[in-house]
């Protein structure tokens, strides 16, 4: 299993770009999050989803846009880029049934906006 | 509102040299507390689920214990591979996410 994998890696928007977030897993996770990280910060929940066609905000959902169509994918949409979105991107995901409280978490995306 | 609150910021220690880690947190109701290890530039990487009150759990040179109002992680003879920053988390019951710590950026000197 690759687990939870993010793309890009890295990313620069000039202001008021917008771009998407990609992100995908093949454990077959019916949860799945968004986490923003700033320096010296813990992740904060931007949004998540606990199956296919639900999604709901978490603490800091402003500026950003979520859908999941597909068990497997999980994208996070920018509109409007601002330089306060510039931070690092995780997602995760976790079962619903057996371990069903620990979270897996990709390798994240550096997004920087100038 | 759930808090999570994590220190030291920072520790060094010299290789050998046993310490613990701080975990304070508020929570309407626990599900579960969390501890993960970051490595610089990595997502977090899952160590620990904690459920009640005076359960532990061990693994290699860490082990974690849980009281009603906080959580520690023991680091006993660190080596220099045991450096990253140690993030803690709470869910509460009845709740689909988790609050994280600011983390401890733990460094390990040979």
């Known amino acids: 299993n690759a687990g939870v994998t993010q793309t890009p890696k890295f990313r620069i928007l000039k202001i008021g770009q917008s771009m998407t977030l990609q992100c995908a897993q093949d454990?077959?996770?019916?949860?799945m999050y968004w986490y923003r990280q700033d320096p010296g910060m813990g992740l904060k929940l931007i949004y998540y989803?606990?199956?296919?066609?639900?999604?709901d905000k978490g603490e800091v959902p402003n500026g950003y846009n979520v859908s999941r169509s597909t068990t497997e994918d999980f994208p996070l949409r920018l509109e409007l880029a601002a330089p306060s979105q510039t931070s690092v991107y995780f997602c995760?995901?976790?079962?619903?049934?057996?371990?069903?409280?620990?979270?897996?978490f990709g390798p994240g995306t550096r997004l920087t906006v100038l | 509102e759930d808090q999570v609150t994590q220190s030291p910021e920072a520790l060094r220690l010299q290789e050998g040299e046993s310490s613990s880690l701080n975990c304070s947190y508020t929570?309407?109701?626990?599900?579960?507390l969390f501890w993960y290890r970051q490595d610089p530039g990595k997502g977090p990487e899952f160590l620990f689920t904690?459920?009640?009150a005076g359960e532990e759990k061990e693994k290699e040179r860490l082990k974690a214990t849980l009281t009603k109002k906080e959580s520690f992680l023991h680091i006993t003879a660190p080596k220099p591979e045991d450096s990253a920053t140690y993030l803690c988390?709470?869910?509460?019951?009845?709740?689909?996410?988790?609050?994280f710590g600011a983390g401890t950026r733990l460094t390990v000197k040979p």
């Open positions: 929570v309407s109701g626990l599900r579960g």
């Open positions: 995760a995901s976790r079962p619903s049934t057996g371990e069903a409280d620990t979270q897996y």
């Open positions: 989803s606990v199956g296919a066609g639900i999604t």
């Open positions: 988390a709470v869910q509460a019951d009845n709740n689909n996410d988790m609050r």
């Open positions: 454990m077959n996770h019916n949860y």
């Open positions: 904690l459920y009640s």
